[in-house]
């Protein structure tokens, strides 16, 4: 089946620098999503790229829909303590409205 | 205007209980999708419903889970006879209409509710 790799599993950061996170698949993806999940709740969608080689930005988050369509990169300036979650990308094929998930990649910044 | 809405947040069940979990869309929403998450993983796509009808349901286990969505009332997630891996959490999700996801990215979630089977 499809699948996302994002890695590494956790990221620390220092409070104020930048963090890039990738995802990659083998598969082609038509629309890359990235989504926040804070401890018990659910996720909160971030960014949604639809084109490829669509560069987005919301706030401090820039995201990247790859050439390829097979991969995808969030970027996040000037990191403060409550960007701290877990960061998903996501990937939508044809006209469904099925997502298909990343493991995740957990951020920790230090005060 | 209310997000979506699930309940329980916590269930215990032993192991052979039926387990329930009850969403309800945001107003005005149509389309909604259970995904389940384990523990340091991301969430695996179960099924997508439209009021009275299960569009796909390709993640479902074959037996013992099933899910519907009433033309009245919250859409529900059953699972029979629990066992420990189905110790997970479940969101639920609802868009506007059944391409809005592709169109818009616009699909939210509920906070979940967090199964655990002893």
Same mark, same amino acid.
């Given at each position: 089946?499809?699948?996302?790799?994002?890695?590494?599993?956790?990221?620390?950061?220092?409070?104020?620098?930048?963090?890039?996170?990738?995802?990659?698949?083998?598969?082609?993806?038509?629309?890359?999503?990235?989504?926040?999940?804070?401890?018990?709740?659910?996720?909160?969608?971030?960014?949604?790229?639809?084109?490829?080689?669509?560069?987005?930005?919301?706030?401090?988050?820039?995201?990247?829909?790859?050439?390829?369509?097979?991969?995808?990169?969030?970027?996040?300036?000037?990191?403060?303590?409550?960007?701290?979650?877990?960061?998903?990308?996501?990937?939508?094929?044809?006209?469904?409205?099925?997502?298909?998930?990343?493991?995740?990649?957990?951020?920790?910044?230090?005060? | 205007?209310?997000?979506?809405?699930?309940?329980?947040?916590?269930?215990?069940?032993?192991?052979?209980?039926?387990?329930?979990?009850?969403?309800?869309?945001?107003? /005005?929403?149509?389309?909604?999708?259970?995904?389940?998450?384990? #523990?340091? +993983? !991301?969430?695996?796509?179960?099924?997508?419903? @439209?009021?009275?009808?299960?569009?796909?349901?390709? /993640?479902?286990?074959?037996?013992?889970?099933?899910?519907?969505? #009433?033309? +009245? !009332?919250?859409?529900?997630?059953?699972?029979? @006879?629990?066992?420990?891996?189905?110790?997970?959490?479940?969101?639920?999700?609802?868009?506007?209409?059944?391409?809005?996801?592709?169109?818009t990215g616009e699909l939210f979630f509920g906070e979940g509710s967090r199964l655990t089977v002893l």
């Amino acid at each position: 089946g499809q699948q996302l790799n994002q890695s590494p599993q956790s990221m620390f950061i220092q409070e104020g620098e930048d963090v890039s996170m990738n995802c990659t698949s083998s598969s082609i993806f038509n629309t890359w999503l990235w989504y926040k999940q804070d401890p018990g709740e659910g996720p909160v969608l971030l960014i949604a790229l639809y084109k490829a080689g669509e560069l987005t930005s919301n706030g401090r988050l820039t995201a990247q829909f790859g050439i390829t369509r097979k991969d995808s990169f969030l970027n996040i300036s000037a990191s403060i303590p409550s960007d701290v979650g877990i960061y998903f990308c996501a990937g939508l094929t044809g006209a469904n409205s099925k997502l298909t998930f990343g493991k995740g990649i957990t951020l920790s910044v230090r005060p | 205007n209310a997000g979506v809405m699930q309940n329980p947040r916590h269930l215990v069940r032993r192991r052979g209980q039926e387990a329930r979990l009850r969403c309800s869309p945001m107003k /005005g929403h149509s389309h909604v999708y259970w995904y389940r998450q384990l #523990p340091e +993983e !991301g969430l695996k796509f179960m099924v997508y419903l @439209q009021k009275e009808n299960i569009i796909d349901e390709s /993640g479902m286990p074959k037996e013992r889970f099933s899910a519907e969505f #009433p033309k +009245e !009332g919250p859409s529900i997630l059953r699972i029979q @006879q629990v066992v420990r891996g189905d110790s997970a959490a479940y969101f639920c999700a609802s868009s506007l209409t059944g391409t809005s996801v592709r169109d818009t990215g616009e699909l939210f979630f509920g906070e979940g509710s967090r199964l655990t089977v002893l």
